[in-house]
């Protein structure tokens, strides 16, 4: 079974729809990210949070909100999609110091 | 800002030959720096990382050479397997990366037979 899994793994939505992205780990990591990644580019943070009463804007906040219902658990919403935020979305888990970052197969969003 | 880029954005070779992946970066103060893969459809997979204080790791097939004087990253992988090619991003952390990694753009590696 994957470590870190991501739902859905594709969605197409319409253009000022609310929509919600999670992701659920079973690493037992503390640390949790979302990143975005567009065609051409790296993938760049979106927020993180380093434990459930955590939670921290990265880069490119604007326009999303996450939740970290439990350790286990962090979820990247979109209050109103528009269409530059279609791209691909990873979930990463992180334990501690440690240098290395586990990512999730990804979910493809498409806003129309 | 701070970035990290690299030069080609795609690298054919030859399988059985070694690779060479480069990257530039321009944040002095970066603590790690370190090599995902990416397959198709799937997230990235950590390959190895380096600290900033040493110019040289290896690993299993792969070797990370760290130039500090000209900003430069690179990544050896020997004797390149169909099984390589994917895009491979770098990466940096500073700060201890409480704010997750800065990644560069990806350089295709493509593995011809």
Redesign the interface.
């Known amino acids: 079974d994957a470590d870190?899994t991501q739902t859905p793994r594709n969605r197409i939505t319409k253009t000022g729809k609310r929509i919600m992205l999670e992701c659920s780990q079973t690493k037992g990591h503390d640390r949790m990210?979302w990143?975005r990644q567009d065609p051409?580019?790296?993938?760049?943070?979106i927020y993180?949070s380093?434990d459930v009463k955590d939670i921290?804007k990265?880069e490119i906040s604007d326009g999303y909100s996450v939740s970290r219902q439990a350790q286990a658990k962090f979820s990247l919403s979109l209050e109103s999609a528009i269409p530059n935020q279609t791209a691909l979305y990873?979930c990463?888990t992180?334990q501690g110091?440690g240098?290395?970052?586990?990512?999730?197969?990804?979910t493809r969003l498409t806003v129309l | 800002g701070e970035s990290?880029g690299l030069h080609l954005?795609t690298l054919s070779v030859q399988e059985g030959d070694n690779s060479i992946i480069n990257c530039a970066y321009s944040n002095s103060a970066s603590d790690?720096f370190?090599w995902y893969k990416q397959e198709s459809?799937?997230?990235?997979?950590?390959i190895i990382?380096i600290r900033s204080n040493m110019d040289k790791r290896q690993g299993q097939r792969v070797t990370v050479l760290l130039n500090k004087t000209v900003k430069h990253l690179s990544l050896q992988i020997a004797a390149t397997q169909p099984g390589d090619s994917a895009v491979y991003?770098c990466?940096e952390?500073s700060g201890?990366?409480?704010?997750?990694?800065?990644?560069?753009?990806?350089t295709h590696l493509i593995i011809q037979p």
Do not use: H, M, S
């Open positions: 870190v990210y990143y051409g580019l790296g993938l760049r943070l993180y380093f921290n990265g990873f990463a992180r110091a240098n290395e970052q586990f990512f999730g197969p990804g | 990290v954005p790690y370190i459809g799937k997230g990235p997979q950590f990382d991003f990466a952390i201890g990366g409480a704010d997750g990694l800065t990644f560069g753009k990806g």
